[in-house]
């Protein structure tokens, strides 16, 4: 019987889904199934996995259509909580439909969640579609100002190759041990925060996993190949408002006081930073305002705070919860 599930959350997304699930079909490990979110999209992607995965006798499928754009994180706990329902579920892996997995990915991540006692998340070595020599992302890292960052982003894949522990897992093409989703789950099955929509859900579930005490660990032998940003696009204005307003959800929920003032004094210097990177035309940070005026970008950010102040009583109360369920865990 199967003992992981694998999470597709869909959107407008019929183009990448062929390359998708002809490399499940291929897998090596055969004991999973598959559920597939679709977040109402109008490219018929729906009925291009009905007409040709549905039947096949490996893997199989569970269709789950949603009316509208409900965003990530919703479409996600969707299919984690059918998944959940099925005690014989030990293992759910959240994969994006951007990707093509090497015939031994799920055999890889399974048993590097077998050997590590205490595993909360296993995250594959995850390539560049287009570019395979180099890594998309191999992990997540926190910097002294609290923004996360995808570990090895570009560089030589050859340099991640050892299996190791990490601080946390990329939401592209993770694996979460049950024993960890579940003990680490917001009200109403929110294992991935509802209130995010999309960006920093990954890390905001990171940070509850590790001060929940579960470890998170790189699996370089499990290999998946990513279109990096192919469903939000590489510098929409939307990204740059998620990014800027999750990462303060996620730093008010999740760090010591202490800890949160000395991350929001070096912000300070990261946001002037930003500014005169901007202004100086650095590649990175233009990205976000190609085609557009520096008002516009500044006024998403501005947006972006705004939405902060008005949530900040909503983020204390998951604050104060997830203290709780931390502390009742460890008794």
């Known amino acids: 019987m199967e003992n992981t599930a694998i999470v597709i959350v869909n959107w407008n997304g019929k183009k990448y889904l062929k390359d998708c699930f002809d490399s499940l079909q291929k897998q090596t490990y055969e004991n ?14 729906v009925n291009f996995v009905k007409n040709n995965y549905l039947e096949t006798k490996f893997p199989s499928v569970k269709i789950v259509r949603l009316e509208r754009n409900t965003g990530f994180c919703f479409g996600y706990n969707v299919g984690i909580k059918s998944a959940l329902e ?3 579920i030990k293992y759910v892996i959240v994969l994006n439909n951007d990707t093509r997995l090497d015939e031994k990915y799920v055999e890889e991540l399974a048993r590097c969640a077998k050997k590590y006692p205490g595993t909360g998340s296993v995250q594959p070595k995850v390539l560049n579609f287009f570019e395979r020599e180099k890594i998309d992302c191999a992990g997540i890292y926190i910097t002294r100002d609290g923004t996360a960052h995808n570990r090895g982003y570009g560089r030589d894949a050859r340099r991640y190759s050892e299996e190791k522990e990490i601080f946390g897992a990329n939401g592209t093409a993770s694996l979460f041990t049950r024993e960890a989703l ?23 579930l990171a940070w509850r996993m590790k001060n929940a005490g579960f470890k998170s660990y790189f699996c370089p032998q499990a290999v998946v190949y990513h279109v990096h940003s192919g469903t939000a696009g590489k510098g929409s204005l939307m990204k740059a408002y998620y990014l800027h307003r999750n990462y303060f959800f996620t730093v008010i929920k999740n760090y010591p006081f202490g800890k949160m003032a000395k991350t929001f004094f070096w912000r300070f210097f990261s946001y002037l930073k930003l500014v005169a990177n901007i202004f100086n035309k650095k590649k990175r940070e233009t990205e976000f305002v190609k085609g557009r005026s520096k008002a516009e970008v500044a006024l998403v950010i501005l947006k972006a705070w705004g939405s902060v102040l008005c949530n900040l009583s909503r983020m204390m109360r998951k604050r104060m919860f997830i203290r709780k369920k931390i502390h009742e865990n460890q008794i």
């Open 32 to 45: 999973f199934r598959v559920i597939f979110v679709d977040n109402g999209s109008t490219d018929d992607s």
């Open 86 to 88: 099925d005690p014989k």
């Open 182 to 204: 579940e003990k680490t789950a917001l009200l109403e099955h929110n294992y991935f925060d509802n209130d995010h929509f999309v960006f920093y859900e990954d890390v905001d």
